[in-house]
């Protein structure tokens, strides 16, 4: 039946997706299969910014037979001039006599256009098969686009019962070597990775990939990885010039509340991009501005690796789209810290309901991934 074949053509076109999945930032995740009287005779996905798009590799690919074939495509083809030409230039250049979408392009150069001209053109146009994966393949574009905002996730790890490190601050390792890889992963992905000062004066940590090329997913052994931009919240610039962060390769952005010039200069001269932000009724930074700025910046997620005052309030500001929590098979005491730093609580009625939406073991320790619920 037509919609089985339409179906499985998709599945592939959002596997080839999912290549770009540590690669394409900025720019979405998009795959393409073109097939002809049931073959397929081209595929591609996007590698990365300013590279060819997904339908400009699968054409590429296809040669002439894209002459009357489907065109399944994980997203909208763009039809504006970007770094790139539009993509519905080229498929209505190549004949390609039909189209199926996942999903409309969220960002408003797009926005259903593309899919209009296709139209016009004369082809066949479908959309919405298998939507709900593509949306998961793009979710901080999604957001950025129609909100404003990052997707932001909040990686936490802590012993079963609920502990993140000794009294003393000791907290190398709770989790396990595979716990330890997988957020690697997350870094990778990940277009920026967010700390307070408190956790760079405690810890000095280096917040960067550490995973070779081979490791990811897209990319080739021997390829430099595409390191996240680390960004430290330090409203009042304590962090010092010395910072491990600040001598690794990459963007280092410090964002501090207000006009503090006098004291950026040390931190600008080892590598520091500093940019004040307005403050919040404590005089901390604005996480809500922050995040803002982020977004303007091309930033599409964001993972938040910080210790329980910054977490909980990010949590209780209701700005955490996901909490990936991994938990360890050891216990730690009374004595040792928690996890968030969220306001007290007096009844049932006013705790933080959750959704789990995924669990799983990651070699010994187990992780959570959940998202704030509505009810």
Wanted: glycine share 10%.
């Amino acid at each position: 039946m037509p919609w089985v074949s339409d179906h499985a053509h998709m599945a592939r076109a959002l596997r080839l997706a999912r290549l770009g999945l540590y690669s394409t930032d900025p720019n979405p995740r998009v795959g393409c299969v073109l097939v002809r009287h049931g073959q397929v005779v081209g595929e591609g996905w996007h590698r990365r910014a300013g590279e060819p798009h997904a339908e400009r590799h699968a054409l590429a690919a296809a040669g002439d037979g894209a002459r009357g074939a489907t065109a399944y495509v994980t997203l909208e083809p763009c039809v504006h001039q970007g770094r790139t030409p539009p993509c519905v230039d080229a498929l209505i250049e190549a004949g390609v006599a039909r189209v199926v979408a996942a999903m409309i392009d969220p960002n408003p150069l797009v926005g259903g256009q593309g899919l209009h001209r296709l139209r016009e053109a004369g082809m066949a146009v479908e959309v919405g098969l298998l939507e709900t994966e593509a949306r998961a393949l793009n979710p901080g574009f999604i957001k950025r686009m129609r909100q404003g905002l990052p997707w932001v996730r909040c990686k936490l790890a802590m012993s079963l019962d609920g502990r993140t490190a000794m009294a003393s601050g000791e907290s190398q390792w709770i989790t396990g070597p595979d716990a330890r890889r997988d957020v690697q992963r997350l870094r990778a992905r990940s277009s920026a990775i967010l700390t307070g000062v408190q956790t760079v004066l405690a810890d000095d940590p280096s917040l960067n990939v550490r995973l070779e090329g081979a490791e990811l997913l897209g990319v080739e052994q021997g390829q430099t990885v595409r390191q996240p931009v680390r960004v430290v919240l330090d409203s009042a610039l304590r962090m010092p010039a010395g910072a491990r962060l600040l001598a690794l390769p990459g963007q280092s952005l410090v964002l501090c509340a207000g006009d503090r010039r006098e004291h950026a200069a040390a931190l600008e001269a080892a590598g520091a991009r500093v940019t004040g932000l307005a403050a919040d009724a404590s005089g901390r930074v604005d996480m809500r501005s922050a995040l803002e700025f982020l977004a303007g910046e091309d930033i599409n997620e964001v993972l938040i690796e910080a210790g329980p005052t910054l977490a909980g309030s990010a949590v209780a500001a209701g700005l955490v789209d996901e909490l990936i929590i991994y938990v360890a098979p050891h216990l730690m005491g009374d004595g040792a810290r928690g996890l968030f730093s969220l306001p007290a609580v007096a009844r049932m009625s006013e705790r933080l309901p959750l959704e789990i939406r995924d669990l799983r073991f990651v070699g010994r320790d187990i992780r959570i991934t959940a998202a704030l619920s509505a009810s």
